[in-house]
């Protein structure tokens, strides 16, 4: 049984289609990984299962529920169930880091105040952050606070994560720690689509590679078959060109 | 000059200084009720502004055609407009509380402009954040958005209110007895008009200078929080 089923997504943006047409399937502990050039609809896909950006057609369905972005409960339920990872980190800059990701489990979904501060102690420890509980993330290196970030995700208990190419926007240097995490993750088997630039990392996680470009799928498979022995040509040169810059 | 030092006993006499305690109640009154009104309906209005929802959108025309013509119409004639308003339903109010309803609207419409732009200022990162986590509109702006808004807002309020102490005086043009007003009426009985209008402008100037020094620090003081 498919977790998550996407069929024939498409979205504007601006006017423009971003999407034309994307289906693919999530399965539970699965790690889906979206390549392909800037925008080629990767970070829109992640956005729209999110709500952030309405789909102008296609199903998405979650746990054989189909999902009408329109409706606000629908959007609701995506969201009590897929938690994302932004690029930016987009940690609220007037919290600590202990309170980032202690806000929403204690305010929106009115938690028991104090079962949610332990459960985010031992989250914030468990992304190796447990000395920095009370710094602000203007106080924190980016990849601290792509940790906080995660931290902050994992806390809603979210079914599914999106990761949004959450290293980009790091120092070289502060890669491999948010890289750590994630790998954390995956041994734990949590579900994740992720995004990124970050070749050898797909390559090594990844359950399933879904090449991107102009908004449609050019090709998907394990990511053996994508990096070694894709079909498509394009596939063929985009991965020859980042492996070889 | 001769008057001046002539007029000066008389002047500060007992009734007079009544008058003037008065009428400097009146104008403090003026700005701080139409300015806290003004804050929190420019709250709401600047929150109203922010929903998306079809059923509201009647009510968020409604209220940005308000807020843009208030902005753009002269105070007085908005002062004018409700004066007229007000005599043509027949009501009889006392001319402080029409002052007070059009300084209000007038607050309002630029406190809530102030306080939009505050909103606005909030990166759009934080706000896909708060959706993205199933936040309400409520919840986002009491628990993200305000908190960093905030330093914005009060200092740009607080400036706003010390200039808004100068416009209460088109009140006088109504006739309620604020420091305008009593100045006018100090040269009608024959006052000198250097006496009577220097003791007002040292009047509003003991107002609006502490007003303007505590914007100041507050603006310092949220900034480097």
Same mark, same amino acid.
């Given at each position: ?156 208990? $979210? ?12 120092? $070289? ?73 | ?225």
């Amino acid at each position: 049984m498919h977790h998550l089923d996407v069929r024939g997504l498409t979205a504007d943006y601006a006017g423009k289609p971003v999407l034309k047409g994307v289906s693919f399937t999530v399965t539970r502990g699965a790690i889906v990984s979206l390549i392909g050039p800037s925008g080629s609809g990767k970070s829109t896909i992640l956005r729209t299962l999110t709500g952030l950006l309405r789909p102008s057609g296609g199903e998405i369905w979650l746990d054989e529920r189909q999902l009408d972005y329109r409706k606000t409960a629908d959007v609701a339920y995506a969201r009590q169930r897929i938690a994302i990872v932004f690029q930016q980190y987009n940690l609220f800059q007037n919290m600590t880091a202990l309170r980032n990701v202690t806000v929403t489990p204690e305010k929106v979904r009115k938690r028991d105040k104090r079962e949610v501060e332990a459960e985010a102690v031992a989250l914030l420890q468990k992304v190796g952050l447990g000395d920095k509980l009370k710094a602000y993330p203007d106080e924190l290196s980016g990849g601290q606070q792509q940790r906080v970030a995660i931290a902050r995700a994992l806390a809603l208990k $979210p079914e599914i994560l999106l990761l949004d190419e959450v290293t980009s926007a790091l120092d $070289p240097e502060l890669v491999h720690e948010v890289l750590d995490t994630v790998r954390l993750l995956a041994a734990e088997g949590m579900t994740m689509i992720t995004v990124s630039h970050e070749m050898g990392f797909v390559r090594e996680l990844a359950s399933n590679v879904m090449f991107l470009e102009a908004g449609r799928v050019i090709e998907s498979g394990p990511p053996q078959q994508i990096f070694e022995a894709a079909r498509e040509a394009r596939t063929r040169q985009f991965i020859g060109k980042t492996l070889y810059r | 000059m001769h008057a001046l030092i002539e007029q000066w006993p008389r002047f500060f006499s007992g009734p007079n200084i009544l008058f003037l305690a008065t009428a400097l109640a009146h104008t403090v009154l003026l700005s701080l009720a139409s300015c806290s009104l003004g804050l929190l309906f420019g709250f709401l209005i600047a929150s109203t502004r922010l929903t998306r929802s079809w059923t509201l959108l009647p009510l968020r025309l409604l209220l940005t055609g308000l807020t843009e013509s208030l902005r753009r119409i002269p105070p007085l004639v908005v002062l004018f407009l409700v004066f007229f308003g007000f005599s043509l339903i027949a009501v009889d109010i006392e001319p402080f509380w029409i002052a007070l309803f059009a300084l209000t609207l007038i607050a309002t419409a630029f406190i809530a402009e102030i306080v939009r732009s505050g909103f606005r200022s909030i990166p759009r990162e934080q706000w896909d954040a708060a959706a993205t986590m199933n936040f309400s509109l409520v919840q986002t702006l009491a628990h993200v958005v305000v908190p960093q808004a905030w330093k914005i807002i009060v200092p740009t309020v607080s400036l706003f209110f010390v200039m808004f102490i100068k416009d209460t005086a088109l009140a006088s043009q109504i006739g309620v007895l604020e420091l305008t007003f009593v100045g006018k009426s100090f040269i009608d009985r024959g006052f000198s008009p250097l006496l009577s209008f220097g003791t007002v402008l040292a009047l509003y100037f003991i107002l609006s200078f502490p007003l303007a020094r505590t914007g100041q620090w507050l603006e310092a003081r949220l900034a480097s929080s």
